[in-house]
């Protein structure tokens, strides 16, 4: 899926009535503005002859110049040889891609954005926000595949709301998108990681698998299905710790696998407590406090790398980081603690990001 170019962007003109017709003109340096803001130039003179001599009743014209469209809405003369035909310039707003995601500007790293096809997994707090910013990157294809429909509890820090409340997270997510993002194509799953990866997916479908589930035996049922149904993309799993105190990504490339015993604790920047865990009064219910701006921010950092993986900037298999400070986790109130990537110095507010090769981190001790 290439970026459109602005002669065949979709724009959005109707007339008040919704009558008449559209004729859209490439008008190239034919079409002058004159000193009133509406020149007639040639190219718009021929527009209304073609116009009039097909319909005799009001129609709109738009003319396409170096990537902006200008539309008039011409009305034939009252008069036929005697007055002339009225001309009332119409706002035309381009919703193409191109223009919609990226003003024109770069257009080629948008085109290979456009061909990527990303398997997200997890559509939960941090999983959602990353799926629809990278669709306002660009992305061509999304498929997101999610096990849990959307609850009343989920509207604090979801991106989803109250009107989708029972809905798979996954469906809701992909109508979502298709109606705020122009020209993306995305597809939802309502189903489990493992039974997806296992049965349905096979090589070559995807360019990257991006994994929010936040969930060990997920990480480890990646690794061990990668080569029968994955093939040779990238994995990336991404994860927060509980507050939001620290973030993780890890890009597998291929060639690196994650290792069974889940060294997940080796990533990590504090030792957590249990208590660290609110317990809903449900069998294995609970959840790890934090708010959206905690977690879009993590959202944020995980799709600034997940671009540049898919832009070919990241090749190493790396741990990027982004850690609050020893002020932040002292705030908590709570027995944590704290391990050495933990910034000493700074306020509650400040935090660090940093970048480890993950032989480096999984050879340590």
């Not at 704290?338 to 993950?358: C, F, H, N, Q």
Request: contains cysteine; aromatic residues 6%.
């Amino acid at each position: 899926m290439r970026p459109q170019s602005a002669k065949q962007a979709l724009c959005s003109a109707r007339r008040p009535d919704g009558g008449g017709e559209t004729g859209v003109v490439d008008a190239e340096s034919e079409t002058s503005l004159g000193q009133s803001g509406w020149g007639m130039g040639r190219s718009r003179v021929r527009c209304v002859k073609w116009g009039y001599a097909k319909c005799p009743h009001p129609f709109l014209v738009v003319l396409v110049q170096t990537g902006v469209c200008y539309g008039f809405l011409v009305s034939p003369a009252l008069v036929p040889k005697v007055t002339n035909p009225g001309i009332i310039p119409v706002a035309i707003d381009r919703v193409d891609a191109s223009w919609a995601l990226a003003r024109d500007h770069e257009l080629s790293a948008l085109g290979c954005r456009q061909e990527k096809r990303i398997l997200l997994l997890g559509c939960g707090s941090l999983g959602s926000p990353v799926a629809e910013l990278l669709a306002r990157s660009g992305i061509g294809e999304l498929h997101l595949l999610d096990k849990e429909t959307f609850e009343a509890a989920n509207c604090g820090r979801h991106i989803l709301g109250a009107q989708d409340l029972g809905h798979s997270k996954a469906d809701a997510l992909a109508k979502r998108l298709r109606t705020v993002i122009p020209n993306i194509s995305v597809k939802a799953q309502l189903a489990l990681a493992a039974d997806w990866i296992h049965h349905v997916c096979k090589p070559g479908d995807y360019d990257l698998i991006v994994d929010c589930t936040g969930e060990s035996s997920v990480r480890v049922m990646l690794s061990h299905y990668r080569q029968h149904s994955l093939g040779a993309c990238s994995v990336i799993h991404a994860w927060v710790e509980p507050f939001c105190a620290a973030t993780h990504v890890v890009h597998l490339p291929h060639g690196t696998d994650w290792p069974t015993d889940d060294p997940g604790s080796k990533i990590a920047a504090a030792t957590w407590p249990d208590k660290a865990r609110v317990n809903l009064p449900a069998c294995g219910a609970g959840f790890h406090p934090y708010g959206a701006a905690d977690i879009w921010q993590s959202a944020g950092f995980t799709t600034e790398r997940l671009l540049g993986v898919l832009d070919g900037k990241a090749l190493e298999a790396v741990v990027w980081s982004s850690v609050r400070s020893q002020a932040f986790f002292k705030a908590l109130g709570i027995d944590v603690t704290a391990g050495p990537i933990v910034p000493i110095t700074g306020t509650e507010y400040d935090s660090i990001k940093i970048s480890r090769l993950l032989k480096s981190i999984l050879s340590y001790g």
